[in-house]
């Protein structure tokens, strides 16, 4: 029986359960390279490494969540909706790395406004996600929200900083 549902996985019959099975790698994959990002933040070079990595990690997991918006139904949608509810946050953050998240910037008050707004409309869509959530699926909406906070943290006190020195 396991070995049917297997290669009906691997041989495509079931195109949704790969959907949705892609929707969770992704999203695994891009916070182990996040963590990975993170463990290597000393170094230049292997943090650029890892950074571009992380970035085209979560571009593939934000397409794929945003397509299975789009084709699943259900418990399986809404964990699609709170995969891009959490990226979009981040997907802010990344724009302000690349743009030089690192010095201050003249206009940067743009990119916290920006961030909060995205950092709130996801707060609203995750806690969505976790009243429609019944599975064992259901532990993702708050651990997404747990990294959505640290990272809120981290840029209120950029923004604060800021403030201060400019």
Do not use: C
């Amino acid at each position: 029986m396991e070995m049917e549902r297997a290669k009906q996985l691997l041989i495509g019959t079931d195109r949704k359960e790969q959907l949705f099975l892609s929707n969770i790698w992704t999203i695994a994959a891009f916070g182990l390279f996040l963590l990975f990002t993170f463990t290597v933040a000393g170094t230049d070079t292997a943090l650029r490494v890892m950074v571009i990595l992380t970035e085209v990690i979560g571009v593939l997991a934000i397409a794929a969540a945003i397509f299975g918006i789009v084709q699943l139904s259900g418990e399986q949608q809404w964990l699609s909706i709170a995969n891009v509810s959490f990226l979009s946050v981040w997907v802010i953050f990344a724009i302000g790395y690349e743009i030089g998240l690192s010095e201050p910037m003249s206009n940067y008050w743009i990119l916290f406004i920006t961030y909060y707004i995205f950092f709130i409309a996801s707060l609203v869509f995750i806690r969505l996600a976790y009243t429609r959530i019944t599975s064992v699926y259901k532990i993702v909406p708050p651990v997404f929200m747990f990294l959505n906070a640290l990272l809120t943290v981290y840029m209120v006190f950029l923004n604060m900083w800021w403030a201060l020195t400019s």
